[in-house]
């Protein structure tokens, strides 16, 4: 008997897209809903029908949409037949129930279908903990919408209660789940900044920029890393770091961290904190923007804006341009980005055009915040002169009575390197102090034994 073949994978889920455009945001120029059609795709969803959008003055309370809209996305899903409607805004509880019930199927707001892009990218433990973090937090207020088919119970004689019984139940289990994850993710954040303090000696550069403008493609380009790099949204969720050799000989270590995007939810911001801090615990931070794409002004005003929710007070130091190559030789690259505060370097990842530029840059940012000094080094003290090699540019060198005398070029936080040389019967002379030590010597004490630097 002949067995009829059935598909080993699952059909890609048919979803309409439709929003609503308040004051404050801005329209997209690549069309109605690009991104959040662009978000559906990420999470393995098929777009139907063309994207329904609406400008309002203010949100409905009820709906979100007014009943013109409600309609004739209803129209529209009587047209397509998707499987779900997604609303490129955050609802509310009872915005989603009322929707699903004028449209009687199941509809995603922008957060949820975020968060469920991250769950399918999530690799590692701490990524998998701070996306199931932001999910229970986002579906603890819209409990109540999972438990409406024991509506029809009510008033019935014995049934008044198992409702409610549930529903308190299930708030208790998941606020007890949401202290363990907390609890999981300090540890973790704890062993994670004890990694990153022993990379004391070693500058740091940090990678941020809106989803997709190409982070992970100039990683792999300047450190020869193989990292994913893939034309589409949160391809990286994790912080990755590697060795950057730059032209002087100085190694540094180069971070890659999750993209952000505009309206990015605050469970999610909250629950990567740990993350972000990571990021932007630098001493350098590249801003990475796509200058091919319409909408790059807002993309990185996005950006700086999570950078403030995240703590971070100033502006990056370098605004990347990437992706020149694809770009009219007459377009005016970010013009409207050229009277910010930051230093702009045009570069195209994937072709190499702008590295060597964006190299000099990043030389001479970490220069002014290097220290310069020179030391004298015991022969017998092998070990600091192996260490010394390792984590500073030697500038000069010449054998003396006492030891090997070294020019060098350093990060300031070596200072207990300096303090190890000295116990062992060598000599240290500060040439230029570090720049955010200003003077060479700190309260009556030069600056790598001052306190603050112990």
């Known amino acids: ?73 209803l129209e529209a899903a009587r047209e397509f037949h998707p499987d779900a409607i997604v609303v490129d805004n955050d609802l509310t509880p009872g915005q989603a129930r009322n929707l699903e019930k004028a449209w009687s199927l199941r509809v995603v707001d922008r957060s949820e279908l975020i968060l469920d892009i991250f769950a399918r990218r999530a690799a590692t433990k701490q990524a998998r903990l701070q996306v199931e973090l932001a999910q229970t937090e986002y579906q603890l207020p819209r409990l109540k919408r999972m438990w409406t088919h024991l509506e029809r119970f009510e008033g019935g004689i014995g049934m008044r209660g198992p409702g409610e019984t549930q529903l308190e139940t299930d708030k208790r289990l998941i606020r007890k789940r949401i202290q363990a994850l907390r609890e999981e993710l300090s540890e973790i954040e704890q062993r994670t900044r004890r990694q990153v303090r022993l990379r004391a000696g070693q500058f740091t550069v940090g990678l941020v920029g809106y989803t997709n403008a190409g982070k992970s493609t100039l990683l792999n380009r300047l450190t020869g890393a193989s990292e994913l790099a893939a034309d589409m949204l949160f391809a990286t969720l994790d912080t990755r770091t590697r060795a950057w050799q730059l032209p002087d000989g100085r190694k540094v270590l180069l971070s890659d961290t999750v993209g952000f995007l505009q309206r990015l939810p605050h469970h999610l911001v909250a629950s990567f904190h740990a993350t972000l801090e990571e990021a932007l615990s630098v001493d350098l931070l590249l801003h990475v923007a796509d200058a091919s794409h319409p909408d790059v002004v807002a993309q990185v005003e996005a950006v700086e804006s999570v950078l403030r929710e995240a703590g971070r007070l100033r502006p990056a130091d370098v605004l990347v341009l990437n992706k020149v190559d694809r770009l009219d030789p007459s377009h005016p690259v970010g013009e409207r980005l050229l009277g910010t505060e930051q230093e702009v370097v045009r570069v195209s990842a994937r072709s190499g055009r702008g590295l060597d530029t964006l190299a000099k840059v990043v030389m001479a940012r970490l220069d002014a915040r290097s220290a310069i000094v020179e030391v004298v080094v015991p022969f017998r003290a092998g070990r600091e002169l192996a260490r010394l090699r390792a984590e500073a540019v030697v500038l000069a060198e010449k054998v003396a009575e006492q030891g090997l005398c070294l020019e060098l070029k350093l990060h300031p936080s070596s200072g207990q390197l300096l303090r190890d040389i000295e116990a062992s019967g060598g000599e240290v002379r500060s040439l230029r102090a570090p720049r955010e030590h200003g003077p060479e010597f700190v309260d009556g004490e030069r600056w790598w034994c001052a306190p603050a630097e112990a």
């Open 1 to 73: 008997m002949k067995r009829s073949g059935h598909p080993t994978q699952r059909e890609r889920e048919r979803v309409l897209v439709c929003g609503v455009l308040l004051p404050g945001q801005t329209e997209e120029h690549d069309g109605a809903l690009s991104e959040a059609r662009g978000l559906a795709a990420a999470a393995g969803c098929e777009v139907v029908g063309p994207a329904v959008l609406q400008r309002r003055e203010r949100a409905d309370s009820a709906t979100l949409l007014g009943k013109g809209k409600v309609q004739e996305v």
